[in-house]
């Protein structure tokens, strides 16, 4: 292909496509086609930009101009004002909610102005169905280097000196990791990546397979190199069935050029790839459940040690990195251990990947340098909270971590000041709550998670998850007891001690820590059986003052189940006074914002 | 098929023009940006020629770190084409009236020799 003069890049990370970038993409063809401009123009989908709020994006380079929520309508006015003529369309521009002002390129927006890419680096700059961009990049570089230029042992030194920690959650130092099985004797050896991306919300793994699925491919077999293996697996999800297909196409693609197969590159180091589909389960992202359930049995943690890299898959020693991690390594080799120590916090080298959520007015994904703080992530790039309201805490780690309240806002993100303050870095997950959010409910919603997602192996976590379970429930429909924080806490800490494997070790996390933080919503609800933030809906009621009450209807007629009745009181200008049902209301809070006088209230 | 270091070589600098662009877009703040004024005043005095020309030309002197961009009205229609060349760490520079020879000779002069074309110049 000869290079076109000008690019659009199209993000097709799953979010963007549920938004219609295909759509868009379609417009695009025609559009070019229309004016003549199919030689001048290159059109490609992407990997995912990471804002997804704003999707579908479409970027314009080499201008760099940046697109926000752009609809098949749109497509004419780009082709014919930018693409012909170099005028940008600027009521496409990403305009901030706060301030009202426009971005014309992307590095100035506050949302990727503090970000700093690795792991992502690549997402949204090559086509992931595309081996030959990977290629272009000096994708498989790494590789190439590790095998002529370096011993198993110098790639192993090279990536402990770099510091990398796994991103997984639990924040093992890699290169130990690859040292112990480097150190097993053996004559098979796996390597395994763990794409079983089970925390609601987080989905880092997910759109680097998307849009990069190279670089992972790429680690595998430095890592392979590395420990004397042959044979890689990788345990992903059937859930998501894009980055399956993206992986697939990659894998194929390598094997075709020689990168994955027998005698790679002309030496004697033979390495490939297959790829095994989960069900699903939350559990199966520990990485002794996995090897169960790559083996075929039932998705339950195995005894450690002795750990999978001395006896994993098929008893063999096995390394298992997930995602994330991988996709550092290729750019670790390439540019030293010194470059990646220079990002991030000491100790904690390098960035890390969040998954943006919740009451935040910039939801995506975004990578920042280890040590940023939470204020920074949540106000900088976050762009602060949705609808100008009060921030109340930030939950990590999904279900297995816990909150960080408002008075810990300023610390560094780091894998032990996150420990520190009861909480983990889990996968990346960061769901920020706002003063409308009530943290016994949230607390209820996570236990939900793990209730259901428990493998039963361990009674502790079977049994008692549930039990806590509905001592939250009974809390929230206002019939807690006395003793239930006492009992609460005393059943996390057990269920703590005694289960196996990461899942019941830190299933209580988000209880334990709510009830730390924040004891006072407990009490309120135990007590005085009232929900402060107003969600617990068996615990409030919806009442007209009616001294406000103007008598003027809207309430009525909003209300989905016709609970509101005038009554025989003369209001506002000859009207009849309104009165809410409380036996009929469902609560769903349709009236409130409705009412022009605010005479609705929460009780 | 990839048989040696040297395949995965001379594949990369085959595939990189494919690519190049969006990785010195991406990190934008090392990159020569060449302008050319392409609003309807632009245009009309040749301004496509102009841009196809420096396009090419770049691309054929294999300049991986120069960007060429079409924009709007530069303000000046009187000296369309209107070319701008922006380095990080040097002074903006306008040339006026590029036709593609101009065109040429800039490429050639100024952004593989260095050297400024004071005959063509404009006050920026």
């Given amino acids: 292909m000869n290079p076109t003069r000008l690019q659009v890049l199209i993000c097709g990370g799953t979010g963007c496509i549920s938004s219609g970038c295909l759509d868009v993409e379609t417009a695009f063809m025609e559009s070019l086609e229309k004016h003549g401009l199919t030689d001048e123009v290159f059109v490609l989908k992407v990997g995912c930009l990471g804002f997804c709020e704003q999707g579908p994006i479409v970027k314009v380079y080499p201008d760099n101009t940046f697109y926000v929520r752009v609809e098949g309508k749109d497509v004419e006015e780009i082709v014919v004002e930018h693409l012909l003529k170099g005028k940008t369309v600027e009521r496409l521009l990403f305009k901030d909610p706060e301030t009202g002002e426009r971005y014309f390129y992307y590095k100035d927006m506050p949302f990727y102005k503090s970000q700093h890419r690795v792991a992502l680096k690549l997402c949204g700059i090559v086509d992931p169905e595309q081996i030959s961009d990977y290629i272009g990049v000096d994708g498989y570089q790494a590789l190439a280097q590790s095998l002529f230029d370096m011993t198993p042992k110098e790639v192993i030194d090279l990536i402990k000196a770099s510091g990398l920690r796994g991103r997984g959650g639990a924040g093992f130092s890699t290169g130990s990791k690859w040292e112990f099985a480097y150190n097993v004797k053996g004559d098979k050896k796996y390597v395994v990546c763990n794409a079983d991306e089970g925390d609601p919300g987080a989905f880092m793994d997910r759109s680097i397979l998307e849009g990069d699925p190279h670089s992972v491919i790429e680690a595998m077999a430095i890592c392979a190199y590395a420990i004397g293996a042959d044979e890689g697996v990788v345990y992903i999800r059937a859930e998501y069935p894009l980055a399956v297909n993206r992986l697939r196409v990659a894998i194929e693609q390598a094997r075709e050029y020689g990168l994955l197969g027998k005698n790679i590159f002309g030496t004697d180091f033979s390495f490939d790839i297959h790829m095994d589909l989960g069900a699903g389960a939350f559990v199966c992202g520990e990485e002794t459940a996995l090897l169960n359930s790559v083996e075929g049995l039932r998705g339950e943690p195995r005894i450690k040690p002795p750990f999978p890299a001395v006896v994993g898959l098929w008893q063999k020693p096995t390394i298992i990195n997930n995602v994330e991690t991988l996709a550092n390594i290729p750019q670790i080799l390439l540019k030293g251990a010194d470059w990646f120590q220079s990002i991030g916090a000491p100790g904690n080298s390098g960035t890390k990947v969040f998954a943006l959520a919740g009451k935040i007015n910039n939801v995506g994904l975004v990578e920042v340098p280890m040590g940023i703080t939470f204020h920074d992530i949540i106000y900088k790039i976050g762009g602060g909270i949705r609808g100008g309201k009060k921030f109340k805490a930030v939950q990590t780690g999904g279900p297995s971590g816990g909150m960080i309240p408002v008075k810990d806002i300023n610390i560094e993100v780091t894998f032990e000041n996150l420990l520190k303050a009861g909480s983990m870095m889990g996968s990346g997950g960061m769901i920020v709550m706002d003063e409308d959010d009530c943290m016994v409910n949230i607390a209820k919603f996570y236990l939900d998670f793990t209730v259901e997602e428990s493998c039963g192996k361990c009674t502790p976590c079977r049994i008692g998850t549930t039990r806590m379970y509905e001592i939250l429930d009974r809390i929230t429909k206002g019939q807690g007891k006395e003793d239930d924080i006492k009992e609460l806490k005393s059943l996390g800490e057990t269920i703590k001690d005694t289960s196996l494997c990461g899942l019941g070790k830190s299933a209580p996390n988000p209880i334990l820590s709510t009830i730390d933080w924040f004891l006072d919503e407990y009490e309120a609800h135990i007590k005085d059986k009232k929900c402060p933030a107003g969600a617990c809906k068996d615990l409030v009621s919806y009442v007209i003052v009616p001294e406000k009450c103007i008598g003027c209807t809207i309430c009525a007629r909003v209300c989905p189940v016709n609970c509101i009745h005038t009554v025989d009181q003369t209001v506002g200008k000859n009207k009849k006074l309104h009165v809410i049902d409380q036996a009929e209301c469902v609560k769903c809070g349709a009236c409130l914002p409705k009412c022009p006088t605010k005479a609705i209230i929460l009780e | ?124």
């Fill in chain 2, 1 to 124: 098929m990839i048989k040696s270091r040297e395949d995965l070589m001379n594949l990369r600098n085959k595939y990189r023009d494919d690519v190049i662009m969006r990785l010195i877009s991406y990190d934008s703040s090392n990159r020569t940006e060449v302008m050319v004024g392409m609003a309807d005043c632009g245009i009309a005095a040749g301004a496509r020629d102009t841009l196809k020309v420096l396009f090419d030309e770049v691309n054929n002197a294999r300049l991986e770190d120069v960007s060429v961009i079409a924009v709007d009205c530069m303000g000046n229609c009187d000296n369309e084409p209107i070319v701008q060349i922006s380095t990080p760490g040097k002074p903006v520079i306008r040339y006026k009236k590029v036709d593609t020879a101009l065109a040429k000779e800039i490429v050639a002069k100024h952004l593989v020799g260095g050297s400024i074309l004071d005959h063509a110049r404009m006050e920026v």
